[in-house]
Each structure stands twice: as C-alpha cells, then as structure tokens.
C-alpha cells in the first residue's frame, strides 16, 4: 500500500478547496487597514506643508554639517 493512493489525493483536495474557501471568508471579515503614509498626506494639505517644512530642515541641516569641515 502506498502513501500516494486515491483516497488520500481526493482527501488532499477536499482539505485543499475547504481550506481556501475559509481563508477567503476570513480575509473579507478583516477590517480595512489603516492608511499609508502617503494616502494621510495627499488627503491633508498640512501634512503636504509639514513633510516639506521637515524635509528642507533635514536637507540644509545636512548640508551644513557637510560643508562645514572646509575652510
């Protein structure tokens, strides 16, 4: 007798559809997932303006530390 026989593919596959069909179901129950980064800022014009605020202090604070070792 093998391990391979009929009766353990057709169970195989049985298990297999089930399985799919329940993970499918739970995967409509979730709640949606929070919003990225860049969904909370296209929809806020204030975070567009602070991103970029932060993103001009990173940068010239950056670039001041880089240049500042030559004289």
């Known amino acids: 007798m ?3 026989n009929r009766r353990n593919a057709v169970t195989g ?6 399985g799919k ?3 499918k ?3 409509r129950r979730q709640p949606p997932p929070p919003p990225t ?3 909370r ?3 806020s014009p204030k ?3 602070a991103f970029f ?4 202090a990173g940068l010239a604070a950056f670039l001041r530390l880089r240049g500042g070792g030559e004289e």
Request: glycine share 8%; aromatic share 10%; hydrophobic share 70%.
């Open 2 to 4: 093998g391990v391979f």
């Open 13 to 18: 596959w049985a298990v297999w559809q089930v």
């Open 21 to 23: 069909r329940v993970a």
């Open 25 to 27: 179901r739970k995967l």
């Open 37 to 39: 980064l860049l969904q």
């Open 41 to 43: 800022l296209q929809s």
């Open 47 to 49: 975070a567009i303006a």
């Open 53 to 56: 605020v932060a993103a001009g």
